[in-house]
């Protein structure tokens, strides 16, 4: 009866420590997948709800994943990149743009986390310009300039989303309508950016428009990258190479004089890579600039290459757009609490957003952001992410 007793115990115990151990392995076996991020065998595509507009409209997280680990998930509010998830040298993933977990935190105030950015990136002077004999006044939503398109420029829209898969690439294309005379712009412009992942470990981001009055349109990506990981600490230490000579300067309102200036010699030469940190003491409140790409206008161009020294990524930009602006995160302050509970101070992210000139309207110098009737606005950018150990 004793022994039987016994006996039981211990097969109670064995059996106890059995399933614990297996319940654990069973746990990091999926915590290694999860942490090389190479559980598929093919790509998929996602949709998650991501949270719920003020007036009731369901907003959706779209993800997409490759095989090698890297997961971008976009939302149709904005046709925002929510997050780009990257695996480091050592194949582990982590999350290199900064933005907010939720809906709710970019219908907030967002300093335009991933945005899409339209119809106007960057500034128009006194939000006001003429076209075709007829003077257009836009919202002013910085001090007296027009910024990013306006109040509720691109990035605070709802688009139409359709997801869609190819043999060795997927994506999603969002559409949106933007009427006559938003934020004061002239006609019905449609657009439509499409997302393309890729098994290169490339997000491609093409853009279309057409219009049925003449307008000014400078679409743009507006991601916050640090390539260590998001919310790990400034960006300073980041290599950065700019393929361009040329830079356009700013007034103290950081709109363009109009001048073209050569960038040697000044803390704005990135030809040669530089630390970001390198110089930027150098510049009056950091870098915000745009920069005058080498090379024509209209064909897939290197335009910049950035690599981080510790977790080793390197992220490559091709476009086709004539400029890039190089925004060093200045006016991140503390006052954000964003992913993963991550509080973004000075510098915790840099933009390079491929465009056109800001207040191109302004300056016939420059090339023309103008897009008529009939025409077709077709622009593309490319973000390629590889390791230094791929290079080694
Ligand atoms: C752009 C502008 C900056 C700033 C950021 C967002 O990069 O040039 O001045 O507006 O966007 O805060």
Known sequence: MRQNMYFSALTIIFLSL???????????????????GK???TMTLEKKEFGTMPDGRKIDLYILTNTNGMKAKIANYGAILVSLI????????????????HLKGYLKET???????????????????TLNGEEYQLAQNDSDNHLHGGTK?????????????????????FSYLSPDGEEGYPGNLSCTVTYILTEKNELKIEYEAQTDKATPINLTHHSYFNLESQGSGDILDHILYINAERVTPVDSELIP??????????????TSPMA??????????????????????????????????????IMEIYTTEPGIQFYSGNFLDR???????????????????????????????????????????????LFRFSTIMDNS
């Open 276 to 313: 970001i940190g390198e110089s930027i003491d150098r510049v009056s409140g950091g870098y915000d600039h745009n920069f005058v790409l080498n090379g024509e206008e209209g064909t897939l161009k290197l335009a910049a290459r950035v690599s981080e020294p510790n977790k080793g990524r």
């Open 335 to 381: 006052s954000i609490t964003g992913k993963s509970g991550k509080i973004y101070e000075k510098h915790y992210g840099f933009c390079l957003e491929p465009q056109h000139f800001p207040d191109s309207p302004h300056h016939p110098e420059f090339p023309s952001t103008i897009l008529k009737p009939g025409e077709k606005y077709l622009k593309s950018t």
């Open 257 to 270: 004089t109009g001048e073209i200036l050569s960038v040697k010699d000044t803390p704005f030469d990135f």
């Open 18 to 36: 059995l399933l614990a151990f297996s319940a654990c392995k069973g746990k990091s076996e999926n915590k290694v997948q999860e942490t090389l």
């Open 86 to 101: 990257v695996p480091d040298k050592n194949g582990k993933p982590d999350d290199i743009t900064l933005g907010y977990d």
């Open 39 to 41: 559980g598929k065998t």
């Open 111 to 129: 300093p335009y986390f991933g945005a899409t950015v339209g119809r106007y990136a960057n500034r128009i002077k006194d939000g006001k310009f």
């Open 153 to 173: 420029g691109f990035d605070k829209r709802v688009w139409d989303a359709s997801p869609f898969e190819n043999e060795d690439s997927l994506g999603v294309k």
